[in-house]
């Protein structure tokens, strides 16, 4: 029987570059993990509603357009809407350091600025699956 | 309430938990397979196949929207291969699929060809099954153009659809004729490039060389046991341009015409055998590795490989030595 860590990499809002969203995603394919990447601005439904129909164990946002705080509890209520209270959700892209609590608050487990190395989230997510 | 019974009862949740059951070959998952079978058989199964970057996708997109207003719902597979090194995939079919994503009446699953036991056609089927089960009556499902794999999809569905792009070189016709013995329809697509022209021409002489009713039965059944059957369609070549929605209505009506074909020339009930034969064989070939995982192990298994390898027993009786091994009655103690 074979398992493979599913993640869904989305990119909400308006902002026009996927470059980090990619380097994450090929990243994340290159440690062994099945990456469903869907592109620029999606709503925050699309982002639950892909997340419900691939299954995957955790999702991965990236936000540069400094939208962070009005996307995030959108995509999250949309997510719960759709039963996904438990989904694991980070978050990377330009965030102020003063919004890395409240986000945490509104329960993304983790905040990834821009110079984070592709290692440290494939070891988050590895931590935070455990062993699938 | 069970997974497969919640599924059942329109919970998408439940149905996505459901795929992922079944794509792990999990026991839970075959369970729910054994469950759902006899809802099954009701819904048209095509398969869109071609080289990367054709438009494959973009088209599907199109295909999708087309099929939920004439048929209400529609399924899609997207498989896409594994990187043999790191067992990862990107799965980025969904990219071009945007304007699907938050219809209620479509659902999208992006799947990994892994090294799936039986290979990614028996668990294409698999996923498959599970949707004609929840009864979604199209499921559209597409795969990447390469050598085996895409011969293959011919296993698990009724009828293919083979995308190609103007401009991808004459070097590879003869790739070309090995897919369009398994093509049932021919998209030129990007039929906006000044190329395309050109393409559809090779493409016609190529379909002229091809022996007359011969696509299609590239699995199971031989030719002998093949009832004669009119040849009775003509693959047709169509052009699209996909991302302006072109030429989009007249493959659907295409691909309602070869389905009418089907059911009306008894090919239907021949695809169903082909289908069934091939599932049989791939579970029997699942048993057998389970039981050859139990009762030898990887370890046993190499030691006997190793022992032809320095030529201490030749190859058939070490296969004989192993089926002996599989098939011995539990010992005395
Ligand atoms: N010019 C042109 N480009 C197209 C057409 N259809 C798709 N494309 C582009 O071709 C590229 C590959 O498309 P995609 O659907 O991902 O191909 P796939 O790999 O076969 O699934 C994308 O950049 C599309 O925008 C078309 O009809 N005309
Ligand atoms: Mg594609």
Redesign the pocket.
């Given at each position: 029987m074979e398992r493979k860590i599913r993640v869904l990499i989305a990119k909400p809002g308006l902002d026009g570059h996927d470059r980090g969203a990619k380097v994450v995603a090929r990243a994340l394919r290159d440690a062994g993990m099945e990456v469903i990447y869907t592109g620029l601005r999606q709503t925050p439904a699309m982002v639950a509603e892909a997340a419900l129909q691939e299954d995957v164990n955790v999702v991965g946002l990236s936000i540069l357009s400094g939208a962070h705080m009005g996307l995030v509890p959108r995509v999250i209520e949309e997510m719960n809407r759709r039963g996904m209270e438990d989904l694991p959700l980070f978050v990377g892209g330009i965030i102020p350091v003063d919004d890395i609590e409240p986000l945490k608050e509104m329960g993304v487990r983790e905040v990834f600025g821009p110079g984070t190395d592709t290692s440290v989230v494939v070891e988050f997510i590895r931590r935070e699956i455990g062993s699938v | 309430m069970g997974l497969a019974e919640a599924a059942l009862q329109g919970d998408r949740r439940a149905m996505a938990r459901l795929l992922s059951w079944v794509e792990n070959g999990s026991l839970e998952g075959q369970q729910a397979l054994a469950t759902l079978f006899p809802h099954t058989g009701k819904a048209h199964i095509i398969g869109i196949t071609?080289?990367?970057?054709?438009?494959?996708?973009?088209?599907?997109?199109q295909l999708a929207r087309e099929f939920r207003d004439r048929d209400g719902q529609v399924a899609i597979v997207a498989v896409d291969p594994s990187s043999p090194f790191t067992g990862g995939a990107l799965l980025?079919?969904r990219?071009?699929m945007r304007d699907l994503v938050t219809d209620p009446h479509i659902f999208i699953r992006s799947m990994a060809s892994r090294g799936h036991p039986g290979g990614v056609a028996h668990a294409t089927r698999d996923v498959v099954t599970v949707l004609d089960a929840l009864g979604f009556p199209l499921i559209l499902v597409?795969t990447?153009g390469a050598g085996q794999a895409q011969v293959e999809v011919a296993r698990v569905v009724h009828t293919v659809v083979l995308?190609e792009?103007p401009g991808m070189g004459d070097e590879i016709q003869a790739l070309k004729a090995g897919l369009m013995e398994i093509a049932d329809i021919i998209v030129v697509?990007?039929?906006?490039?000044p190329e395309a022209k050109q393409t559809v021409k090779s493409l016609q002489s190529l379909r002229t060389s091809l022996p007359a009713g011969h696509h299609g039965f590239g699995t199971g059944i031989s030719v002998e046991e093949a009832p004669v059957v009119p040849v009775g369609w003509e693959v047709p070549i169509l052009q699209?341009?996909?991302?302006?929605n072109?030429g989009v209505f007249e493959l659907t009506n295409a691909i309602k015409q070869h389905y009418d074909y089907l059911k009306n020339s008894g090919r239907w009930d021949l695809l169903l055998r082909q289908h069934a034969e091939a599932e049989v064989e791939a579970w029997l070939q699942r048993h057998f590795q389970q039981l050859l995982n139990q009762k030898i192990g990887d370890t046993g298994y190499k030691a006997l490989v190793d022992a032809v390898v320095r030529h201490e027993i030749d190859p058939a009786k070490a296969a004989a030595q192993l089926l002996e091994a599989v098939t011995r009655p539990v010992s005395k103690a």
């Open positions: - | 071609g080289s990367p970057g054709a438009g494959k996708s973009t088209l599907l997109n980025g079919d990219l071009r597409e990447v995308v792009a697509n990007k039929a906006d490039r699209t341009i996909a991302l302006e072109e």
